[in-house]
């Protein structure tokens, strides 16, 4: 799911900054009386998606349940 031109509207007030960065300034420096720990969240659907995809693949071209590895249904 997308909003088409988003990023074309943000662009103007983008900050590149590595997670390194994001991570010591967010995590300890601005919160000095916290806990100092960053949670960064990961949209990991996309992943699913292409290893349900090639497994898929995998299993129409002949591979045994035993052939795509453990827990190939995770």
Request: glycine share 10%; aromatic share 6%.
């Amino acid at each position: 799911m997308s909003i088409p031109g988003l990023w074309k509207l943000l662009s103007g007030i983008r900050k590149d900054q590595s997670l390194t960065e994001l991570a010591v300034c967010e995590g300890f420096e601005i919160q000095q009386h916290s806990s100092g720990v960053l949670i960064v969240g990961i949209d990991a659907s996309p992943w699913m998606y292409a290893v349900q995809a090639s497994m898929d693949h995998a299993w129409r071209k002949g591979a045994s349940r035993a052939a795509l590895g453990k827990n190939s249904e995770l």
